[in-house]
Every structure is written in structure tokens, then in C-alpha cells.
């Protein structure tokens, strides 16, 4: 960190064995990653909340390169398990610990990607029999079940419409699963 953490206590004593505890997590996302700028904790008493009760809210403030940051604020449900210091403080730490997870992500450029179904032509459909071969993409056949098709009646299927699918490896070679119709024929 390139800045020493500041830890505010309000409503509370600030105790030596409350501030190590706090130190520890930030020491923890600090192995986790590495390059934080700043860190600010704030510790809010059990007392005076009129909504709350006696419960500690604790946020964590994280400043982190290209003008990111994390950001855990929320206060308490009326949990009393909030009622607990050390609780409070580690449901604050794992939240701010998903949050820098996701950060990290998106610095590093690991957004998580869905992968576009492959699509293909409906090549032969034998209606009565219920199955049909599609071709795809790479000319390889492809046999799809009438079990296999969603989004469509299978009867309404013609040789020529462009479907998606998902392949899978049958026992007689591969087959599609999951199969949609995409728009026009061809």
C-alpha cells in the first residue's frame, strides 16, 4: 500500500486488540492484491443508532490504480449477529474481498466471457421419424433429435433455417442439444 492505512473509530474506545484485528484483514487483501493506493476503515459504535440497535458498522474504503476503488458502506440488517465486533468486521472484510476480486478482474481483463453457441443450416429433416442432420460452419454433419429442439416446434422445421445449437459427443459421433432456430433461411 502505498499509503499507511487510517482507521476511524466512532462511538468506540479505539483499542489496541480492535486495531491489530483490523490491520490483519487489511494485511490480507494486501496478499490478495498487492497494489492498493490507500485503505480507509471505519468502525461505528453499537451506540446511538436509533434504527439499528446495538449493532457495529464497519466500512472499508479501498483506492486502487486507474481510479477504481472498493467501496463497502452498507449498513447492518437489523442482524443481531452485528451485535458481535469480530463478526461485523469479517462480514465487512469478505465483502470488500469479492469487490477487490472483481476489480482485480476487470484490470487484468478477465471479464468472463459467454461463449456464443455455434450455429448451423438444417441439412435433411425426416419429420415423421423425428430426428435431421445439420451442416456446419466447418461442413461437418451434425444429427439433432426432435427432443433436442427449444424455442421451435420441430414439426416447423425445414431444410435451409439457420439454427444455434450445442454440441454434444453421442454415441454414434456428435449431435446437437439445445437447438434454436436464428432467423432466416438460406
Known amino acids: ?27 490480507r487483501l494486501e ?3 498487492g497494489r492498493s493506493t490507500s485503505c480507509r476503515v471505519v468502525v461505528k459504535g453499537p451506540g446511538g443508532h436509533h434504527q439499528t440497535g446495538g449493532l457495529y458498522e464497519i466500512n472499508v474504503h479501498l483506492s486502487l ?3 477504481r476503488e472498493v467501496a463497502i458502506e452498507r449498513t447492518p440488517h437489523l442482524d443481531e449477529r452485528f451485535q ?7 462480514d465487512a472484510f ?18 468472463k466471457q459467454h461463449e456464443e453457441a455455434p450455429s448451423a443450416v438444417i441439412k435433411k429433416i425426416m419429420t415423421a421419424d423425428g430426428y435431421g442432420f445439420l451442416e456446419s460452419a466447418d461442413g461437418r454433419e451434425i444429427y439433432f433429435h426432435r427432443n433436442s429442439v427449444q424455442d ?10 439457420r439454427v444455434s445449437f450445442k454440441e454434444e459427443e453421442g454415441k454414434d459421433g456428435p449431435q446437437a442439444s439445445r437447438l434454436s432456430p436464428i432467423g432466416r433461411e438460406i
Open 1 to 27: 500500500m502505498q499509503t499507511q492505512p487510517k482507521i476511524d473509530f466512532q462511538g468506540l474506545e479505539a483499542s489496541a486488540e480492535r486495531r491489530e484485528k483490523i490491520i490483519h484483514q487489511i494485511e
Open 31 to 33: 496478499e490478495r492484491y
Open 65 to 67: 490504480p486507474d481510479n
Open 84 to 90: 458481535d465486533f469480530d463478526f461485523a468486521l469479517n
Open 94 to 111: 469478505k465483502r470488500a474481498r469479492r469487490q477487490l476480486q472483481d476489480q482485480v478482474g476487470l484490470m487484468r481483463g478477465k471479464v
Open 152 to 161: 421451435a416446434d420441430f414439426d416447423d422445421l425445414k431444410p435451409g433455417m
